[in-house]
């Protein structure tokens, strides 16, 4: 090649490089900045425990998924991003709490598996949960009633059950008696009536019931009812109750 050549074919070279830094740089604070916002690919091709506050990817996704079905709440922006945030980290010490593992926020490979297994398959219902407009679907797996309307899950409520020897019964029921101010006498005659209002009776004596205990108490082992099932929040109670007409179907179950 002449010189002439030599020199062109080095102008070009360099115009080329030149034409190129700019599609591939990028200012130090974007770098950083998208550092965060990006999934990590090994956490995507992989599921790595334990998750902690700060992980993103798809399987913080899985797990939003599953805790969001088991009734707690988390917070738009973090499924958008995919992040163990604090919404998500408050879910999963719930859970902990509610399964009677240590309360860390930290998802271990023990906390992962009892999450996966009490979830069970996220948004499948009972077909006849599906029957009516209006039904009480209670999982005693997870703990917890979904109120079913036209199909839908409307709204989860945290619930426990009748302890060993008082277990509340698994089947399908018939609301057969509402009670807004029902009191219980199980204790006996000498012994002041238990509150237990908001009584949507299904099975006998056995209702779906505020219980000031439980939200007095929580969830702890050994913790229930007689074989009751308690609802915690209030709020929840009077909403059921409100929504649940006489002859309403419930169904219990373990999922």
């Known amino acids: 090649m002449t010189l002439r050549g030599r020199l062109i074919a080095g102008i070009s070279a360099a115009a080329l490089t030149v034409s190129l830094v700019p599609a591939f740089?990028?200012?130090a604070n974007a770098a950083v900045e998208n550092s965060h916002r990006q999934e990590n690919p090994a956490r995507q091709a992989k599921l790595s425990l334990p998750m902690e506050a700060g992980d993103r990817g798809r399987?913080?996704?899985?797990?939003?998924?599953?805790?969001?079905?088991?009734?707690?709440?988390?917070?738009?922006?973090?499924?958008?991003?995919?992040?163990?945030?604090?919404?998500?980290?408050?879910?999963?010490?719930?859970?902990q709490n509610k399964f009677f593992l240590p309360q860390t926020?930290?998802?271990?490979?023990?906390?992962w598996r009892l999450i996966k297994n009490v979830a069970g398959k996220v948004g499948v219902l009972p077909r006849v949960c599906r029957s009516e407009a209006k039904t009480l679907c209670i999982?005693?797996?997870a703990k917890v009633i979904r109120y079913v309307r036209n199909g839908k899950v409307d709204r989860t409520v945290h619930v426990r059950f009748g302890v060993r020897g008082l277990e509340t019964r698994t089947g399908t029921?018939?609301?057969?008696?509402?009670?807004?101010?029902a009191t219980s006498g199980i204790g006996g005659p000498d012994v002041p009536r238990a509150p237990m209002p908001y009584a949507l009776f299904f099975d006998g004596d056995i209702a779906v019931h505020y219980s000031p205990t439980f939200a007095r108490t929580g969830y702890y082992p050994g913790g229930g009812s007689h074989g009751c099932v308690n609802v915690a929040d209030l709020r929840d109670s009077i909403y059921l109750f409100?929504?649940?007409?006489?002859?309403?179907?419930?169904?219990?179950?373990?999922s």
């Open 25 to 27: 740089a990028v200012p």
């Open 59 to 95: 399987f913080v996704h899985v797990l939003q998924d599953r805790l969001q079905w088991l009734g707690y709440r988390i917070s738009s922006r973090e499924r958008t991003e995919g992040r163990l945030g604090r919404s998500t980290t408050a879910a999963v010490v719930a859970a």
């Open 105 to 111: 926020g930290t998802v271990d490979a023990k906390t």
């Open 139 to 141: 999982d005693k797996t």
């Open 173 to 181: 029921f018939r609301i057969w008696f509402r009670w807004r101010e």
């Open 242 to 254: 409100n929504q649940m007409p006489l002859r309403g179907l419930v169904h219990v179950y373990w």
